[in-house]
């Protein structure tokens, strides 16, 4: 089941109001199959001009997911969460945040939140500036949340309006590295 509400005038370049998102999802139980879980995830986005020539872009998602207290064997590992990469907290790699393995590989959990704070500005033409705080981590158990255990990363970023929607490259620097995090 989806919801979704939204008061911006522009998709694609998005300069004032609010995107409000929510999912919930169940697999078993009354519809059978081989996985028994339920999930929910809510996201609001919120744009607020400042003058004439810059945007406040700010984003929060969180979402939990339980398989009824037998993880591994209720919730199929592409549906834990992970987080890190171009469109989540930039500055780490696809997937690199989330709970690790005893040997430091990130195994991904049943609970999430994350965040964006963007100020975007104008540079010549197309061309657009971005100086973004990303934030967020993943939790192992379902429904916690440890809000004082996040991850963050800041950096700039250009971005060129083309008709499809921005083309973008940022730079990310991570602020509070994951202690014995393994990349392969």
């Known amino acids: 089941f989806d919801a ?69 064997a209720n919730v199929p590992f592409y549906k834990r969460y992970f987080l890190g990469g171009s469109s989540s ?3 780490w790699g696809r997937f690199e945040v989330s709970p690790l393995s005893g040997f430091g590989l990130p195994i991904g959990g049943h609970s ?5 704070s963007e100020a975007r500005f104008p540079v010549v033409g197309k061309i657009g500036g971005v100086m973004f705080l990303d934030y967020g981590n993943v939790w192992t158990r379902p429904r916690d949340f440890n809000l004082g255990d996040l991850r963050f990363a800041a950096g700039p970023g250009l971005r060129y309006m083309t008709p499809v929607g921005p083309a973008r490259i940022d730079l990310g620097y991570q602020l509070n ?8």
């Open 4 to 72: 979704s509400h939204n008061t911006t005038t522009s998709l694609l370049d998005a300069r004032s109001g609010y995107v409000i998102n929510g999912h919930v999802e169940q697999a078993g139980r009354w519809l059978q199959g081989s996985f028994n879980y339920w999930s929910a995830l809510g996201e609001l986005r919120q744009y607020q001009p400042i003058g004439r020539r810059l945007v406040f872009a700010n984003r929060a998602r969180i979402g939990t997911i339980d398989g009824g207290g037998n993880f591994g």
């Open 89 to 91: 907290i930039r500055g």
């Open 112 to 116: 999430m939140f994350e965040g964006s």
């Open 177 to 184: 590295p994951i202690p014995n995090l393994r990349v392969n």
